[in-house]
Each structure stands twice: as C-alpha cells, then as structure tokens.
C-alpha cells in the first residue's frame, strides 16, 4: 500500500548547521508531495508541496525537489535557526488521502 | 479570517462510550478531512467529506463515521469507545481541488479511560 517513510529522529544541530531530513515513499500512480511542520504548542502548517516529478518546492529557506526515480523527497535547509525546532512532517497525497510519515523531531542549539 | 476551528479542545471518555466531535472549515473551504494521530506518530487519514458525502475512507472500522453539513462545518462520530481510540483528532479544511493544500486545526485531545 501507500506509505512515508522518513528518518527517525530526534536530530540534534547548532544554529546555522546545515540541515537534511530524509524521506522517501512509496505510491501506486502520481501523487502530491508535502512537508508539514508543527511548532510547540502549533497546529500542523504547511511547508512547502511539489505536485510532479522534479517539481522544487521551497518556503522559509527549506527546499525539497520530487525524485521519481528515487521516490524521495528529502527535506533541505542550508542554515538552521533556533527557531526552526519544531517536528517535521513528510507526507504524500493520493486521490483524496493524505498519508503521513511518522515524524522527524528538530532541536537547534544556540 | 478563522482558521479552522475544532471543538472540544479535550475530552475524557470511557470505554464502550460514544463521542461526537466538530470541526468547521476556514471560511472559503467546502472539503473536510478528518485525522487521528497517536502519540509520537503521523496523522492517520479517517475519511473526507465533500457535498456532504464520504468521498474516501482510510482503514478504520466502521465505529468511526462522519457527518458534513449544508455550511461544510463536519462532525466526526465514535461508537463503542476503546482505549486505544485515545488520540489527538485533527480536522483539515481545503478547496475541492485535489491539489490545494490542507488547513489544520489545533484538533482536539481523546483520553479513554
């Protein structure tokens, strides 16, 4: 069936460290690709979204381009900040569904 | 503009006991999903309704059923309560189109005792 898979975490960076959250998927047809990202005490918010195949989505400095041939979609920052600590989600939609992967938890240290 | 807005914020039940939750869309939207997330775990899909009908469902079982109404704002209803249904519910809003992205709510907190 459909699924995410991303890296487990916590990750652990200092501040300006660079970043890369690993996610990769597997779907039957062409599905949308999502990172959500939920701050302390937040709801879940949208991140960035690609919709086809080497599509580059990118917002708030992260990056993560849509690898068919690799079925990933792997999340990118090239300087952390302390703010940027909060827990990000990896997901896929297809149809009408929307599949998650379990979560990757971000600390930034100062 | 209001988000989307989910009441309760927290519920305590107890097994075998029946819960309704609510949810109404950012102002604009016409589609709700509805999600259940586990402690430490991705949001899991429960179903979508669009028109006032169930357009998907994920794998949960039929104690799990919805309801959307004229104004889009969507109930989600639990029967036969088990403790392992103690969960955040998340409620998502969005346009029909397939490719608009979701509006979370803060979702609403299910302990079963």
């Known amino acids: 069936g459909d699924s995410v898979t991303q890296m487990e975490g916590p990750v652990t960076l200092s501040e300006e460290a660079f970043l890369t959250i690993n996610c990769t998927y597997t779907a039957t047809g062409y599905p949308s690709l999502f990172w959500y990202v939920q701050y302390p005490g937040e709801g879940l918010q949208l991140l960035l979204k690609a919709t086809k195949a080497d599509d580059k989505g990118s917002n708030k400095g992260f990056e993560a381009t849509y690898r068919k041939e690799t079925t990933s979609f792997h999340l990118e920052k090239g300087s952390v900040q302390v703010s940027d600590s909060a827990v990000y989600f990896c997901a896929l939609r297809i149809g009408f569904k929307t599949i998650f992967g379990a979560g990757t938890r971000l600390f930034v240290k100062a | 503009d209001a988000g989307v807005t989910q009441s309760p914020t927290h519920l305590i039940k107890t097994r075998g006991q029946q819960v309704t939750l609510r949810c109404s869309p950012k102002s604009g939207h016409d589609t709700v999903s509805w999600y259940q997330q586990a402690l430490g775990q991705g949001p899991q899909f429960i179903f979508q309704?669009?028109?006032?009908?169930?357009?998907q469902r994920g794998n949960f079982p039929d104690r799990f059923s919805g309801h959307q109404f004229p104004n889009y704002s969507s109930e989600l209803n639990v029967n036969a309560l088990l403790l392992g249904d103690s969960a955040l519910y998340l409620c998502?809003?969005?346009?029909?189109?397939?490719?608009?992205?979701?509006?979370f709510g803060d979702g609403t907190r299910l302990s079963i005792l």
């Open positions: 998502a809003s969005s346009l029909r189109d397939s490719n608009q992205p979701q509006h």
């Open positions: 309704y669009y028109e006032e009908e169930e357009r």
